[in-house]
Structure formats: structure tokens, C-alpha cells
């Protein structure tokens, strides 16, 4: 799969993404796949709808190549560590937290993860490590359609302008 559109698809998606839930009019299935809230989960979720999308579309195609699985899982993974540790750190540095700087995180994370995958796909490994991938991707889907309706309480999943987490919108 051409690895440029995929990630020109993950930016735009995940723009697309972060406001699609509130113009749904809230809809239960929409808030699956997009953010719901400002928690910092939701937004590594508006970057994962597009790179799962983009993974198992890719499967279809490329599917039997060497560690495919395995390879899209480190991605992914790389992805959802770089993106809250960036943020993170910056926040912590700065003491607060600027738009701009979320939107570079955000498309750097993207970055990252393609081409980690571009380079995995292109350095062979001698042994087959795709089970490793398939579990891991499941475990990611598993949490993916779960913590959006029973988020665990963790800062990672606490939207900071309302104080709640997942689809509650009470002040907790």
C-alpha cells in the first residue's frame, strides 16, 4: 500500500475525526470510532480509526507478506506511545498547552508510525513474528471499542474541560 496516502489519510480522517462525533448529533456508533471528548485517549483514537482502517484494507492486498501483522502492530503501537509522551512532556515543560503544538503532535505521531512501517515492511526479520501482531491488534481493538464507554480512570482518559471520562458529559 502507498504509505504517503495512508498517512495524508490518517491526518485527514483524524481532523475529520476529532469533530464528526458533535455534528453525528452524539451518535452512540460514530463515538466508537471518533473522539467524544478532549481526553488524551480519544485523540490517539481519532489517529487509530484510520491506521486500523488503512491496516486491514492494506491485508486484503499485502495481507501474506512477511510479519504484515506484526508490522502494522509495532506501528500502531509506536503511535500510541509517541503521541501522549509528547504531549506530556510539552505540557509538562510549557505549562500548558498550545493548538498548534497538539496539531504537530498529532501529524508527527502519524509521521512516525508510517514510516516505522515503511521500514519494517522493507527489513526482512528472519523469523515469523505475525501471531505476536495478531494478538496485539486485537488487544488494541478490544480497548478500542471498550474504553470509549467504560474508560478506566486513569489521566489518560479524563477530558480535562469537563472532568469526566468517556461519553459522560456530567461534571464528576
Do not use: Q
Amino acid at each position: 500500500m502507498n504509505y504517503f496516502l495512508i498517512f495524508v489519510f490518517s491526518v485527514l480522517t483524524g481532523f475529520v475525526g476529532h469533530f464528526l462525533y458533535k455534528f453525528s448529533n452524539e451518535n452512540k456508533i460514530v463515538a466508537l470510532f471518533f473522539a467524544v471528548n478532549e481526553s488524551t485517549w480519544e485523540h490517539i483514537k481519532i489517529g487509530l480509526t484510520p491506521l486500523f482502517l488503512s491496516t486491514f484494507i492494506d491485508a486484503f492486498f499485502n495481507g501474506y507478506l512477511h510479519n504484515f501483522w506484526f508490522n502494522k502492530f509495532v506501528s500502531i503501537l509506536c503511535f500510541v506511545i509517541i503521541l501522549p509522551l509528547l504531549f506530556y512532556t510539552y505540557k509538562f515543560v510549557l505549562k500548558r498547552h498550545f493548538l498548534i503544538i497538539d496539531i504537530f503532535i498529532f501529524v508527527f505521531s502519524l509521521i512516525i508510525s508510517v514510516l516505522l512501517n515503511y521500514y519494517l515492511d522493507y527489513n526482512y526479520v528472519g523469523f515469523n513474528l505475525n501471531f505476536i501482531g495478531v494478538f496485539g491488534i486485537f488487544l488494541f481493538l478490544l480497548a478500542y471499542f471498550t474504553w470509549t464507554y467504560n474508560p478506566p480512570r486513569w489521566f489518560l482518559f479524563k477530558d480535562p474541560i469537563l472532568n469526566s471520562y468517556g461519553l459522560k458529559t456530567k461534571v464528576e
